[in-house]
């Protein structure tokens, strides 16, 4: 499967406990970005980053919240000290740098409930 | 005012009938106009992808873009149930633009 590979798809975890969420860009691909979507509502842009940068955070919640993309291995998600609002379902997508549109795809998304 | 607009709907149709689902936006840089379909529980898909202004046409699917006014359509054609899902516009610039993608309109269409 070359398309963009996020895992877990269901998380659960218990308020004050760290979620970590994976995900593996298409082949081909540098740039990752990962969106969160809540129930009922619509995207919204979380973080992008370049291979072992961060290049735009600007929908990052100030705490808690932490991205990466390491030069190997999947970019990774973290929450720490995870409470009922983080549950969502947080998507990665990725995109090719020499893409002059920009075109994102998306992975299955990775569903994570707080309880 | 945000950068894209788009009616969350619900938007409920009988099987057969002609969609039309749209966005606005307010950026002039914009020249690259997308089209995703989630269904339920999935990702976002690319359904059809457009540069600058005019008309695309895949199967049952026409995106139209309108530069000057700054207002994007995506047409389904006889459309089926399985055509039932949230359809959002996207849209980015040149030069590392970020892509921004409306709130989604949700598409019922029944049998």
């Known amino acids: 499967n070359a398309g963009v590979m996020q895992n877990p798809r269901h998380l659960v975890r218990r308020r004050g406990q760290e979620a970590r969420l994976r995900c593996s860009p298409m082949k081909g691909h540098s740039h990752v970005y990962w969106y969160r979507q809540l129930p009922e509502e619509g995207l919204k842009f979380m973080v992008y980053?370049?291979?072992?940068?961060?290049?735009?955070e600007s929908g990052m919640p100030k705490e808690r919240f932490s991205a990466e993309f390491p030069k190997e291995g999947p970019s990774i998600l973290r929450i720490q000290q995870v409470v009922r609002g983080d549950s969502a379902a947080y998507f990665c997508a990725s995109s090719n740098r020499a893409d002059p549109a920009n075109t994102i795809y998306f992975g299955e998304g990775s569903w994570l409930t707080v309880v | 005012q945000k950068e894209v607009e788009q009616d969350p709907g619900p938007l409920s149709v009988p099987e057969g009938a002609i969609v039309s689902l749209n966005c606005t936006y307010s950026?002039?840089?914009?020249?690259?106009f997308m089209w995703y379909r989630q269904y339920s529980r999935k990702g976002p898909e690319l359904l059809m992808y457009?540069?600058?202004?005019g008309n695309k046409e895949d199967g049952r699917f026409t995106a139209q873009v309108d530069k000057s006014s700054k207002y994007i359509s995506l047409f389904i054609r006889d459309s089926q149930p399985s055509d039932s899902a949230t359809y959002l516009c996207a849209m980015s610039g040149t030069g590392g633009f970020k892509t921004i993608f409306g709130a989604g309109t949700r598409l019922f269409v029944k049998a």
């Open positions: 980053l370049q291979k072992e940068n961060i290049i735009d």
């Open positions: 457009t540069y600058s202004s």
């Open positions: 950026n002039s840089a914009f020249q690259y």
